[in-house]
């Protein structure tokens, strides 16, 4: 039973734009939990992120309560070291004539751009990163000469060269070819040997392997399943998750949904 959480949050409401994207959230995330959070769009997965990541903020009341890494209050600073967040908008930042190599390095400082004065340091930790993924391959490839799941892989590998506790990943294959899907996917579990735990974010159940210990449903802003794949992932579920008439299926350790006659 997990004991330690690095996420809690009691009785939380969160606004945008005059709209509750977050209703009555109440979500603890262990230590050593890697956890898959899967909705339809415009289910909140988004606002999850961002009260994560202090870009938005809950409402106040004697009810509610938030805690990172078991604190209230919160460091932005100690925030961006223990979590590292890729999303696809990143993509749009980078140089297209940035070297792989110099990307990932380019995670120690925070930046998106080449680093002049790189350490000794830098040098062995950006080869040590790219080993344990193995994508040494790709250091020396242009960034706009990639696959989509190898410009991902590489922006993973970005994030996480600082060691952040917890890495998320926010709908990771999203947009990708099959080939580039099943590719990010392999090197995505490959991850689960690291230290850092994964929170991904998808809508796509086919994200859901063995990795992951538990999952989340959210629908309209608030958690309508949690808990182990095997009994949260069911047809009765993902009806109700995505308003459609589906089948689910498991097949060598994948799920697969079937649409159901009208």
């Not at 996420?7 to 603890?28: M, P, S, Y």
């Not at 262990?30 to 409402?59: A, C, D, F, M, Q």
């Not at 990143?90 to 995670?107: A, E, V």
């Not at 040494?136 to 060269?161: M, N, P, T, V, W």
Request: glycine share 4%; with cysteine; net charge positive.
């Amino acid at each position: 039973m997990v004991k330690n959480f690095w996420f809690e949050a009691n009785n939380i409401n969160c606004f945008k734009n005059g709209f509750r994207v977050i209703k009555n959230l109440n979500l603890k995330i262990g230590y050593s939990e890697n956890v898959i959070l899967i909705g339809p769009n415009g289910s909140g997965k988004s606002s999850l992120i961002e009260i994560i990541n202090r870009n938005i903020y809950p409402v106040i009341s004697n009810e509610s309560k938030l805690k990172i890494f078991e604190n209230e209050l919160i460091n932005l600073w100690e925030l961006r070291k223990r979590i590292s967040t890729v999303n696809n908008e990143i993509k749009n930042r980078i140089n297209p004539n940035l070297k792989i190599y110099d990307l990932i390095l380019s995670g120690l400082y925070g930046r998106y751009c080449y680093v002049q004065d790189k350490s000794e340091r830098d040098f062995y930790m950006v080869e040590k990163i790219m080993k344990k993924m193995n994508i040494y391959d790709l250091s020396k490839k242009k960034f706009h000469y990639l696959s989509d799941g190898e410009k991902q892989i590489s922006l993973i590998a970005r994030a996480l060269i600082k060691k952040p506790d917890v890495l998320i990943l926010d709908e990771p294959i999203a947009n990708l070819d099959y080939k580039s899907k099943f590719f990010l996917i392999d090197k995505i579990n490959e991850l689960s040997k690291l230290n850092t735990k994964i929170l991904c974010v998808t809508h796509d159940i086919s994200m859901i392997t063995e990795i992951y210990d538990r999952v989340l449903m959210l629908k309209d802003g608030k958690i309508i399943a949690d808990g182990h794949q095997n009994m949260v992932i069911n047809s009765e579920n993902l009806n109700r998750l995505y308003d459609i008439q589906v089948e689910v299926k498991k097949d060598n350790g994948l799920w697969n949904l079937e649409r159901l006659s009208k």
